[in-house]
């Protein structure tokens, strides 16, 4: 099982990023899948998330009508995109895959947006 997180960078308040995290060893549409992300000195806390079914969305409150999730299950890739970027979303964001009780990581990317 391999999650590959990429797409992260510098960008200034505002602007925008798309994270990308692809999957192998798992077919991602069977599973709850999304994004948490770490700010330096704080707790890791969750972003965003697609049940199963992808009949439920998840976003914290944060990052509503900013953020969008979604997965191209042709690619087996999952995707953040990231618009109106605020200094508070500079962090280490990581993708998962919520297998039963099992979570799979990738290895995160920074997100580093300037004032």
């Known amino acids: 099982v391999q999650l590959q997180a990429s797409g992260g960078g510098l960008v200034q308040a505002g602007g925008s990023l798309r994270l990308s995290c692809a999957v192998s060893g798992f077919i991602l549409d069977y599973y709850q899948i999304g994004w948490f992300r770490q700010a330096p000195g704080k707790e890791r806390e969750a972003v965003s998330c697609?049940?199963?079914?992808?009949?439920?969305?998840y976003y914290v409150d944060s990052e509503k009508g900013r953020f969008t999730i979604s997965r191209d299950n042709a690619k087996n890739t999952m995707y953040l995109q990231m618009n109106s970027l605020i200094p508070e979303d500079t962090a280490v964001y990581y993708c998962?895959?919520?297998?039963?009780?099992?979570?799979?990581w990738g290895q995160g990317t920074e997100v580093t947006v300037s004032s």
């Open positions: 998962y895959v919520g297998v039963g009780t099992n979570a799979y």
């Open positions: 697609i049940s199963s079914s992808g009949s439920s969305i």
